[in-house]
């Protein structure tokens, strides 16, 4: 039989455990600020974030994670470590779409940690505003939902600006029902971003159909509505409930169980190619035959997977329309290099918005 140690015994253990992950930790914390030192005395001044490092760290520590904490935990943790040795070198300002408690504040502290400042703006376009007026170094802006198809605001915007693409991050939305109410019988409207209204369409048509469904312009605005607004429940993710004392009547009323809104890290910064990439591009073919056809050619001639496409009205002529594709690879890769270089002579504009790493899970 395994002999079981006194509690007394364990807990000593876990303290002297305690106390020297503790002084491992602050080892890194003053490497990160010798590196920040070391960058200062080569003339970088500026930001001191690489989505490309940080992306490669997260890898491995998934590859060498042995349990029992399952792999998410690990790097989740890790996370909140390099954030915080972040903040020690130089604190980043992060913009993200508001009020706070929206998923696009949860996508800005999953990738970025508590260490980061997210400043909450009022819309998509604020967002790319303050980063292009630096204002903030970075920003998190919502690109398409599994479920609910793409977010045209981003797509439209990124056609107006120099930033570029420098991470991508994944949420898995849980959709909740919340209110001042006890009863599903005192609402009479729902507050929620369109996207949500949609993705929970069949659910409010089963259980509260008649009632007027709301758009507004965030999820977190709609649980700040539903506690001002008696008769009236919204659609938000939990921390929102938390937030303006809301009951949560019912929990995860999305549509479809595997819901996931893929965001987009956008900056002035470019990262460099970590084995497990994609780029993001912007193309003008002008209303020509064929344009299709002559976009897909050089991906397919060098095996280039591409993850996605979308067309949006260019604003510049009558049925004239950009492609926003994503292919896999960085644009340091020579086959995603030469396929670019074809197609730049097959097309009125090529864009390249960015190649960053593939958001970790």
């Not at 903030?136 to 120099?162: M, Y």
């Not at 965001?263 to 780029?279: H, M, N, P």
């Not at 926003?324 to 090529?350: M, P, R, T, W, Y």
Request: aromatic fraction near 6%; hydrophobic fraction near 40%; charged fraction near 20%.
């Amino acid at each position: 039989m395994t002999s079981v140690l006194p509690l007394n015994e364990l807990r000593v253990k876990i303290d002297q455990i305690d106390q020297s992950i503790l002084a491992l930790i602050n080892q890194r914390a003053k490497l990160a600020i010798e590196v920040a030192k070391t960058k200062m005395a080569a003339g970088d001044d500026g930001c001191f974030y690489r989505p490309d490092r940080e992306a490669l760290v997260l890898r491995r520590i998934r590859e060498i994670n042995e349990g029992p904490l399952d792999d998410e935990v690990a790097m989740s943790f890790f996370r909140e470590l390099m954030s915080a040795c972040l903040a020690l070198e130089k604190p980043l300002a992060v913009a993200y779409l508001g009020p706070e408690g929206t998923f696009t504040q949860q996508a800005a502290v999953k990738h970025f940690g508590q260490g980061a400042q997210c400043v909450a703006v009022s819309s998509i376009n604020d967002i790319f505003w303050s980063v292009e007026n630096k204002h903030c170094q970075f920003g998190v802006v919502p690109v398409e939902n599994s479920t609910g198809g793409v977010i045209t605001h981003t797509l439209d915007r990124f056609a107006k600006s120099e930033l570029s693409i420098c991470g991508e991050v994944e949420i898995r939305v849980n959709q909740n029902l919340m209110t001042r109410e006890d009863n599903l019988e005192a609402i009479s409207t729902v507050f929620s971003h369109e996207q949500s209204l949609a993705q929970c369409q069949k659910w409010l048509n089963d259980h509260l159909p008649g009632v007027v469904q709301q758009s507004v312009s965030s999820n977190a605005e709609a649980a700040k509505l539903a506690a001002e607004q008696a008769g009236s429940a919204a659609i938000a993710p939990v921390v929102a409930a938390e937030l303006y004392g809301l009951n949560i009547l019912h929990r995860n009323i999305e549509d479809e169980t595997e819901n996931i809104t893929r965001f987009l890290i956008i900056g002035e910064q470019t990262a460099s190619k970590t084995g497990d990439d994609k780029t993001t591009l912007l193309l003008s073919t002008g209303n020509q035959s064929g344009a299709l056809h002559k976009i897909l050619q050089p991906f397919a001639k060098y095996n280039i997977s591409m993850t996605r496409i979308e067309s949006r009205p260019s604003r510049q002529g009558l049925w004239e329309y950009v492609f926003f594709i994503d292919i896999e690879g960085h644009i340091e890769n020579e086959k995603v290099s030469q396929a670019l270089s074809e197609l730049e002579g097959s097309v009125n504009k090529l864009t390249i918005l960015g190649s960053y790493p593939k958001a970790v899970i």
